[in-house]
């Protein structure tokens, strides 16, 4: 089983829709949990941490499941802008902890 | 703010050619990484340093260098380029230990490689 499973995607979504992501994680002792965007041809950047029992900022909504061990990603009111790859970490042990990243899914926000 | 910068943004090696890749950071941060990214591969560790003159092997070393100059400064040699190097290399650097819980990492823009 891979550390780190996300839906490649893509999802192709209409300006306005809610969309939501998933990912599942392997080590039932990993204790912190990001989720990253990545523009095409750019660099990761942080876009929500996840420490609890979830997050909010703005239309973006992270939630962690513990016992399902899986996080998910909702973003409300799509934008354009919304339209890049989404990286789920996960900090797994491995010897020691060691953030591990997803292959990432695809967004398009269609006008 | 510059943050991760990494020099060059884009090269073409011949297989067995050699290169350095620099990075650097200005956020006085203890941990830099470096990572490659493939199609349908996702980031994956290559080396890891957690302060000046130490590094730590990652996922993926073989075929590489790397030298903790300073705090600042992180870069990786590939001594003789074979064409699975072909890939984009991403410098990263943290203020936390490497698996710490606040252990956010910000990336440099990257650097495509390709090997002939």
């Known amino acids: 089983r891979k550390e780190v499973e996300q839906d490649p995607g893509p999802f192709n979504v209409p300006e306005g829709a809610t969309v939501a992501f998933n990912c599942t994680y392997s080590n039932s002792a990993s204790q912190s949990f990001f989720w990253y965007r990545q523009d095409c041809r750019k660099e990761p950047k942080l876009l929500m941490s996840v420490y609890s029992s979830g997050n909010e900022d703005g239309r973006f909504t992270a939630q962690l499941n513990r016992a399902s061990q899986y996080i998910s990603l909702l973003i409300r009111d799509s934008k354009l802008s919304d339209s890049a790859t989404y990286l789920c970490?996960?900090?797994?042990?491995?010897?020691?902890?060691?953030?591990?990243f997803g292959k990432g899914t695809k967004l398009s926000v269609i006008p | 703010n510059a943050g991760v910068t990494q020099t060059p943004k884009f090269q073409v090696l011949k297989t067995g050619q050699s290169m350095t890749l620099q990075c650097a950071q200005d956020?006085?941060?203890?941990?830099m990484y470096w990572y490659r990214q493939d199609p349908g591969m996702g980031l994956r560790l290559i080396y890891y340093?957690?302060?000046?003159?130490?590094?730590d092997k990652g996922e993926v070393p073989n075929g590489y260098n790397v030298s903790r100059l300073n705090k600042r400064e992180f870069s990786l040699r590939l001594e003789s380029a074979a064409p699975s190097q072909t890939s984009v290399y991403f410098c990263?650097?943290?203020?936390?230990?490497?698996?710490?819980?606040?252990?956010?990492?910000?990336f440099g823009p990257g650097t495509r490689l390709t090997v002939l």
């Open positions: 970490v996960v900090n797994i042990w491995a010897g020691s902890y060691q953030l591990t």
């Open positions: 990263a650097s943290s203020e936390a230990a490497r698996g710490a819980l606040t252990d956010t990492q910000y």
């Open positions: 956020m006085n941060h203890n941990s």
């Open positions: 340093s957690a302060s000046e003159g130490t590094t």
